[in-house]
């Protein structure tokens, strides 16, 4: 049974800094791909950023240049280091792992329309007050 945690969510303030994890089991993150979603109320879940087994990762342009996704295959853990934060980064972030649909070359930053996740994890909340 894959298991998805994440942790590392809370609240800071706008330009603050957040590393969020999260920690699989069940499944191995060595060789497969991986990303991070968010979602706010009331709209559709965005991908925020992703990884595949060879360390290739895509980032949506809202979060470019700002956020970093990196992976520690010998720990199983998928992190999300969230730099210069702002208030429109406010969100439950969801980490999401395997694919139902992935497009190698995508043709754009979206990371929503390049990749569809087979898991899901239970989300944290990332708030940033202005």
């Known amino acids: 049974q894959v298991n998805l945690v994440e942790s590392g969510g809370g609240a800071v303030h706008d330009g603050g800094s957040l590393r969020l994890s999260c920690k699989i089991s069940?499944?191995?993150?060595?060789?497969?791909?991986m990303g991070w979603f968010r979602q706010t109320p009331g709209k559709e879940r965005e991908g925020v950023a992703r990884?595949?087994?060879?360390?290739?990762?895509l980032y949506s342009d809202s979060v470019k240049g700002r956020f970093v996704i990196s992976k520690d295959n010998a720990k199983n853990i998928l992190y999300l280091q969230m730099t210069n934060l702002k208030p429109e980064d406010t969100a439950v972030y969801y980490c999401?792992?395997?694919?139902?649909?992935?497009?190698?070359?995508?043709?754009?930053?979206?990371?929503?329309?390049?990749?569809?996740?087979?898991?899901w994890g239970q989300g944290t909340q990332v708030t940033v007050s202005s």
């Open positions: 999401a792992a395997d694919y139902i649909n992935w497009v190698d070359d995508c043709p754009s930053s979206s990371v929503s329309v390049c990749y569809h996740p087979r898991f």
């Open positions: 069940g499944y191995s993150s060595d060789s497969d791909k």
């Open positions: 990884v595949d087994g060879n360390g290739r990762t």
